[in-house]
């Protein structure tokens, strides 16, 4: 398997645009969730899905942000306008089951907006 | 809500000297607890898990980590450490709670190995 596949690794855009970062779980994993590493605050969980539905939302920051998993092997998270403070890596990580285990996580995205 | 905190944010080890991590946890019931390790510019990798039974739990890479109620402490050890052993490792613990089901991680402990 090749793993928690995360799209684009680095994503450079300006201040005000919309910018799409993509995530495709390990097959068979039914929970997915989406992180945001920043210096300042460390990993924090944006949103987690289980079968395809959102389950705790609570992270994610503003209204700006969205996310959606429309099928079992694809999720977006989406920032619209972005902001420069949206600056940080985005990690995307899958577990099966719903309960307490393991999670895998992708690479990141590194997103930069100037 | 349940939180995990690393007390130290970076600690500089010597090769093949031992290494210990601290991860105090504060959560009302049995913790579901993880050590993950990242290195640079990549993703965070599960080194050990611990869920119940055996207090003392192996993991990869040569780690071990202990579970200590009394001391709300899972602490992360590794007898001898190797260069590649430099990276940022985090605590984690599961959430059960109804208002509060998520995987939760510590700030996180950058180590350094020096030759």
């Known amino acids: 398997d090749a793993g928690v596949i995360q799209s684009p690794r680095h994503e450079v855009t300006e201040m005000g645009q919309e910018v799409t970062l993509r995530c495709k779980p390990i097959s068979g994993h039914n929970s997915l969730f989406w992180y945001r590493q920043t210096m300042m605050r460390g990993l924090e969980l944006l949103i987690y899905?289980?079968?395809?539905?959102?389950?705790?939302d609570s992270g994610m920051p503003e209204d700006r942000f969205s996310a959606k998993m429309p099928n079992a092997s694809f999720s977006t998270l989406k920032i619209q306008p972005s902001e420069p403070r949206d600056s940080a890596v985005y990690f995307c990580a899958s577990s099966l089951g719903s309960g307490v285990t393991e999670a895998f996580f992708g690479q990141g995205t590194r997103l930069t907006v100037v | 809500a349940q939180s995990v905190t690393q007390p130290d944010i970076h600690i500089t080890v010597s090769e093949g000297a031992s290494l210990e991590l601290r991860c105090n946890y504060s959560y009302g019931a049995t913790p579901y607890l993880f050590w993950y390790v990242q290195s640079p510019g990549q993703g965070l990798q599960l080194l050990l898990k611990?869920?119940?039974?055996?207090?003392l739990v192996q993991g990869i890479k040569g780690f071990e980590a202990e579970f200590k109620r009394s001391q709300s402490s899972f602490n992360l050890r590794k007898p001898s450490v190797h260069w590649s052993d430099a990276a940022e490792y985090f605590c984690?613990?599961?959430?059960?709670?109804?208002?509060?089901?998520?995987?939760?991680f510590g700030a996180g402990t950058t180590v350094t190995v020096r030759a």
């Open positions: 899905f289980n079968n395809n539905v959102p389950i705790d």
């Open positions: 984690a613990v599961w959430s059960l709670m109804s208002d509060d089901y998520k995987l939760s």
């Open positions: 611990y869920f119940s039974g055996d207090t």
